[in-house]
């Protein structure tokens, strides 16, 4: 689940960011994965793994926010991104 989300991430944030940018985010994703699998795995902390995988959940509905806010310009795709979005944070809290 975090490897799933730290990959959405990636993907929403990365269109804005620079190939160097890009890289750093990357690496900085990964750590954060690993390290919450770690704690998770090794140590048994089902919280932090909790704490992470909502925190990164927050993360990419503000990116996606912010992506269909301020870099669509079609209307028409920036309605269809907008349900999607909505869409995907209504399965989100369902479960």
Same mark, same amino acid.
């Given at each position: +689940?975090? &490897?799933?989300? /730290?990959?959405? #991430?990636?993907?929403? /944030?990365?269109?804005?960011?620079?190939? !160097?940018?890009?890289?750093?985010?990357?690496?900085?994703?990964?750590? =954060? @994965?690993?390290?919450? @699998?770690?704690? *998770? &795995? #090794? #140590?048994? *902390?089902?919280? /932090?793994?909790?704490?992470?995988? %909502?925190?990164? %959940?927050?993360? =990419?509905?503000?990116?996606?926010?912010?992506? =269909? +806010?301020?870099?669509? !310009?079609?209307?028409?795709?920036?309605?269809? /991104?907008?349900?999607?979005?909505?869409?995907?944070?209504?399965?989100?809290?369902?479960?």
């Amino acid at each position: +689940m975090l &490897c799933a989300t /730290a990959g959405i #991430l990636y993907g929403a /944030a990365s269109i804005t960011l620079g190939p !160097s940018a890009q890289s750093y985010l990357a690496i900085l994703l990964t750590t =954060v @994965s690993v390290a919450i @699998s770690t704690a *998770h &795995c #090794l #140590l048994g *902390h089902v919280t /932090a793994f909790r704490i992470g995988f %909502v925190f990164l %959940v927050l993360l =990419v509905v503000a990116q996606l926010i912010f992506l =269909v +806010m301020f870099k669509i !310009s079609d209307p028409i795709v920036k309605r269809n /991104a907008r349900l999607l979005t909505l869409y995907g944070v209504g399965k989100l809290t369902k479960t």
